[in-house]
């Protein structure tokens, strides 16, 4: 079985603030949007149970490891995250096929070159994939 995952993203002044994850197949697509949480195609499914707030189901087993000295420990997986956050962006502004390695050794800087209260901001380049360079 072949399967093929694409990423798209923006970050665009005026456009969409959409959040989802979509996924189409031979057999049906699926989408995951919020508290939408659909199959459909040749084994139609729909999530029907009770809709909950993430935050707050979040902030409820937070203060409840607490209660408990349970600590939790979201660390390695919020890292491990956002990392892969950065080489969707990484590969979709270069258009190049960008590896955990490659990432890691990034000396990109996304950042200004020094913090301070005089600096002055003129916005990103634009990224041109296959163009623009994000290794090195």
């Known amino acids: 079985t072949r399967v093929k995952g694409y990423a798209f ?19 049906g697509n699926a989408i995951y949007e919020g508290n939408r949480h659909e199959i459909t195609g040749k084994n139609p499914w729909r999530y029907r149970g009770e809709e ?3 935050y707050q189901s979040e902030h409820d087993a937070l ?3 607490i209660r408990e000295g349970k600590a939790i420990n ?6 491990n995250s ?10 979709a502004y270069s258009g190049q096929t960008i ?3 490659e990432a890691m050794n990034s000396t990109q800087s996304l950042g200004p070159d020094q913090y ?3 600096l ?9 994939p296959g163009i623009t360079k994000v290794l090195g």
């Open 63 to 65: 203060f409840k490891s």
């Open 52 to 54: 909950n707030d993430m």
């Open 74 to 79: 979201d660390g390695e997986i919020a890292a």
């Open 9 to 27: 993203t923006r970050q665009q002044n005026g456009g969409s603030s959409k959040n989802s994850v979509e996924i189409m197949g031979t057999d």
């Open 116 to 118: 301070n209260w005089d």
């Open 120 to 128: 002055e901001y003129n916005g990103p380049e634009i990224a041109i």
């Open 82 to 91: 956002t990392l892969m956050g950065v080489m969707s962006r990484m590969a």
């Open 99 to 101: 590896t955990w390695e």
